[in-house]
Nanobody
Framework: QVQLVESGGGLVQAGGSLRLSCAASGGTFSIDAIGWYRQAPGKQRELVARIISGVTTIYADSAKGRFTISRDTAKNTVNLQMNSLKPEDTAVYYC?????????????WGQGTQVTVSS
């Protein structure tokens, strides 16, 4: 069974950095797209950053210039380096992946990891 397992969340002061990692495991698949979303209390889940077809990267405006997404194809992992963190970055961060098996694409979510930025 495919799983996305996140790690790296925590508590950090404003201006600090955190690195989130997400590992996809279980079965045979290829990754069409993988990335990170976040959901703050009382708000909708929103895209943070995403890598499509291993080539195209998309960032939310709020993440541009501060966050960097990267992918390790051999390890089926995706990382999110977050610098210059702000209190408004506080949220649960979720890994999301579109995994391909043959002609079918399956969508998966991780369990989420809490990021808290104190002012």
């Amino acid at each position: 069974q495919v799983q996305l397992v996140e790690s790296g969340g925590g508590l950090v002061q404003a201006g600090g950095s955190l690195r989130l990692s997400c590992a996809a495991s279980g079965g045979t698949f290829s990754i069409d797209a993988i990335g990170w979303y976040r959901q703050a209390p009382g708000k909708q889940r929103e895209l943070v950053a995403r890598i499509i077809s291993g080539v195209t990267t998309i960032y939310a405006d709020s993440a541009k210039g501060r966050f960097t997404i990267s992918r390790d194809t051999a390890k089926n992992t995706v990382n999110l380096q977050m610098n210059s963190l702000k209190p408004e970055d506080t949220a649960v961060y979720y890994c999301n992946a579109d995994l391909r098996r043959g002609t079918q694409i399956f969508h998966y979510w991780g369990q989420g990891t809490q990021v808290t930025v104190s002012s």
